[in-house]
């Protein structure tokens, strides 16, 4: 179970940043005994990958946090986010971590259930973002995706580390998520309600 949670983490943050959860893959495998990669995957530690991942991250970092650029690099990163959610969820389900001792026995059999999860996942994350971008911009004239962007940033190296070192931390994660878009939706169908009947008149 705990491979499914470290899996599901790493997903989720790619839904956020794509690069980031497999950053920490990488940089760990390499420099620490924390993660020990199948060697299907020992690629993804390779210098040059790090260094290319570490480039698109900084790029995607300062295009997240730039009004209607943001909106591009969302669909642009419709296609990369559930990409990297499937690899990252793929290397994760076959990785030795500080949690799990035993890789491979909860997918056995089946290498490409974890790697089709992990798309799915990221790509429903990666929506909920895409989505809940333009109504934070609208509602703040493009102040709010700054901080918002940021606080995607810092919720996915949360959910990184969490999905490696404490897979349990990864179910708070999720419930916080969820309520968070949960609040998102409540407060625009709120707007359009005290929209309409000044619409009407």
């Known amino acids: 179970m705990l491979e499914a949670l470290t899996g599901a983490g790493l997903a989720t943050s790619a839904g956020l940043n794509a690069y980031i959860p497999l950053l920490a893959m990488g940089l760990l495998a390499r420099y620490t005994s924390v993660v020990t990669l199948p060697p299907s995957w020992h690629w993804l530690a390779g210098g040059w990958i790090l260094a290319i991942l570490g480039v698109l991250l900084a790029v995607e970092i ?72 333009p109504v934070v911009n609208a509602s703040t004239a493009g102040f709010g995706a700054p901080v918002v962007s940021t606080v995607e940033d810092l919720g996915s190296i949360a959910l990184s580390l969490a999905a ?26 709120r707007r359009r309600r005290r929209a309409t009947p000044s619409l009407s008149r």
């Open 62 to 133: 300062v295009a997240d946090k730039v009004p209607v650029v943001d909106h591009v690099n969302d669909i642009v990163q419709t296609a990369v986010r559930p990409t990297a959610g499937g690899l990252a969820f793929g290397a994760a389900s076959g990785a030795r971590t500080v949690t799990v001792s035993d890789p491979g026995r909860f997918f056995s059999g089946h290498q490409w259930v974890p790697v089709v999860l992990g798309v799915l996942i990221s790509l429903t994350v990666h929506s909920g973002k895409a989505a809940a971008r």
């Open 164 to 189: 490696i070192l404490l897979p349990v931390l990864v179910l708070v994660g999720l419930v916080a998520m969820v309520a968070g878009f949960w609040a998102l939706r409540r407060r625009r169908r």
